[in-house]
């Protein structure tokens, strides 16, 4: 069953990372290129030190090969910082996010700046937080955010706009106040669609109405590193003997904990409730990194 479980997570995430990267190439080259609105984070980065090239010094590099390079150290402290996995997919992800910056040719599709901030800023919100959704990222200033996520407990769109506030400023010194405005509307809109989608912080209580609860609980077990509250139950309508496992989750756990379930149990009933806080102990990501080494 848990080989099952891998390789259809494995699937999904694969899928996650062509899909992802393709959304940010288009964002870039089809509503923020064109509009000179700048990206979040290394894109937006990126895209300013491409201009200052020009500028400056009349040579022309292209956006996505900048990407790939700034990609490379904070690839390292994300393998270093949080794990091994999440730095792999996300490194897959911009690499290939440069590489389709590089080959789709940059197209005005809209002469509207006002529209072109919100596309962008939209797709390249849908772009970052399925990733993040997942349990890794685009890479680049993605990493940095979910590392300060950790450490300050603040939403990862929060910190976005935190960290982005830098490009804005230097968005209005190189392009006029005007697109720096525009490039504010963007990253808002980015902020607000990754924390739409991406919601690890939130916790959920699962209440599991199942017939087989040794079964669900061993699955529970290999998937997630959770504590089970046993509760005896009893069908109402044919009386047949079962039992409800209550479990806290962190939102972004809720896609393995539905698998599972589903995968042991097909006749299940998965009640979800949203958790307005929790007192006593519970493993946040980095408890559960350490957990998992040990048990290995």
Known sequence: MQAIIDR???AI????????????AIALNFFLIPGNIFSAGINGVSQILSILALQWFHFHINTGWLILLFNVPIGILGWLKIGRGFTIYSFLTSFLTS???VVLPIQTLSHNPLLSALFGGILTGVGVAYPLKYGFSTGGMDIIAVILEKTTGKTIGTLMIAINMVIVLVA????????????IISLYGMSRVVDA???????LTAFIVTTKPD?????????LIRGVTILPAQ????RRPGAVLMVVISRYELYELEHVVKTV???SFVNLVSTVDIEGNFYDETEQLKARQEQS
């Open 8 to 10: 259809k997570d494995f």
């Open 13 to 24: 995430k694969c899928a996650l990372i062509v899909g992802s990267a393709f959304i940010n």
């Open 99 to 101: 590489i389709l910056a």
């Open 172 to 183: 209005g010194t190189l392009v006029g106040w005007e697109n720096a405005m525009y490039t």
């Open 197 to 203: 989608i991406h919601t690890r912080h939130q916790k």
């Open 215 to 223: 079964d669900v609980i061993d699955g529970l077990k290999a998937t």
């Open 235 to 238: 069908g109402a309508y044919k």
């Open 265 to 267: 149990d097909p006749g």
